[in-house]
T-cell receptor, first 112, second 114 residues
Framework: GQNIDQPTEMTATEGAIVQINCTYQ??????LFWYQQHAGEAPTFLSY????GLEEKGRFSSFLSRSKGYSYLLLKELQMKDSASYLC?????????????FGTGTLLAVQP | DVKVTQSSRYLVKRTGEKVFLECVQD?????MFWYRQDPGLGLRLIYF???????EKGDIPEGYSVSREKKERFSLILESASTNQTSMYLC?????????????FGAGSRLTVL
């Protein structure tokens, strides 16, 4: 089977840094994705890791350790608009169909 | 601008009704997916399709069927709606490759079954 765990809720202050963790157990791992979802809207793609290490994209970075089954999403210089749910998703079995298994999401509240 | 369009944003149906949720993408993507999203459970895959007339079950296919007669259109069908199918339904599409083929989601269809 597969299991993806991430915190349910987090709170952070505008301008600060926040790290959202995700741990997973799955067979046939072939990549980890982070999506952002604002309330009432569709999820949108943030980042993708398939090899160990850090991927940086502006204020957002994502880290992966395949041996530990662990990833985090790092958000720097937080803005109010970063208040959203952050979804960790694991791709399994590789290949073309990109079938993703999602965690339950972390609801981030950014406070002034 | 790439787009996945779901025909109905909000639907209210009665128990036992047949429900059609339509999804159209204009990106010429091979893969299409139907997820449902529920509080505390996240997004769960119902069905997906990697080609016209091809379909595969996801993790929770019971009570649902799908149709893909054209590449751009993927329909989710609830043959006899039940109250436990009240949910947000999200359609998504992606290219078919082994790389970081990103899912593009539609805005969602919120279904209430009374």
């Amino acid at each position: 089977g597969q299991n993806i765990d991430q915190p349910t809720e987090m709170t952070a202050t505008e301008g600060a840094i926040v790290q959202i963790n995700c741990t997973y157990q799955t067979s046939g791992f072939n990549g980890l994705f982070w999506y952002q979802q604002h309330a009432g809207e569709a999820p949108t793609f943030l980042s993708y890791n398939v090899l160990d290490g850090l991927e940086e994209k502006g204020r957002f970075s994502s880290f992966l350790s395949r041996s530990k089954g662990y990833s985090y999403l790092l958000l720097k210089e937080l803005q109010m608009k970063d208040s959203a749910s952050y979804l960790c998703a694991v791709r399994r079995d590789g290949g073309a169909t990109n079938k993703l298994i999602f965690g339950t999401g972390t609801l981030l509240a950014v406070q002034p | 601008d790439v787009k996945v369009t779901q025909s109905s944003r909000y639907l209210v149906k009665r128990t036992g009704e047949k429900v059609f949720l339509e999804c159209v993408q204009d990106m010429d993507h091979e893969n299409m997916f139907w997820y449902r999203q529920d509080p505390g459970l996240g997004l769960r895959l119902i069905y997906f399709s990697y080609d016209v007339k091809m379909k595969e079950k996801g993790d929770i296919p019971e009570g649902y069927s799908v149709s893909r007669e054209k590449k751009e259109r993927f329909s989710l069908i609830l043959e006899s709606a039940s109250t436990n199918q009240t949910s947000m339904y999200l359609c998504a599409s992606s290219v078919q490759s082994s790389g970081a083929n990103v899912l593009t989601f539609g805005a969602g269809s919120r279904l209430t079954v009374l």
